[in-house]
């Protein structure tokens, strides 16, 4: 139920983008939804990349598209929930290594 709400989600963002003639438009891989949901769960980056073996530059690069994806769905659908994934991507560790 959720992927489906979620990717409708994805498609009226993807139509958005269209019309506004954004060149590449927003995909997301679902495999990352439960290193975010442990993340998200734990606010432990170590703990996470550990317990899914990870690379913390991997974790990293995935994290600020997750955490961009988030704002844009936030900002579309005036969605408190993506506001809440949004602003816990916004911390230091993440934020200074997207800089």
Not at 63 to 69: F, V
Not at 71 to 82: A, C, G, P, Q, R
């Amino acid at each position: 139920m959720h992927n489906l709400k979620f990717n409708s989600f994805i498609e009226k963002l993807n139509r958005t983008e269209s019309q506004r003639n954004i060149a590449q438009s927003t995909s997301i891989n679902f495999d990352w939804f439960s290193v975010f949901y442990e993340y998200i769960k734990t606010d432990n980056i170590e703990y996470t990349i550990s317990k899914f073996n990870l690379n913390i530059g991997d974790f990293i690069k995935v994290a600020k598209e997750g955490s961009e994806l988030s704002k844009k769905l936030s900002i579309l659908y005036k969605d408190e929930n993506f506001e809440l994934i949004f602003k816990n991507f916004n911390n230091k560790l993440i934020q200074k290594t997207m800089s």
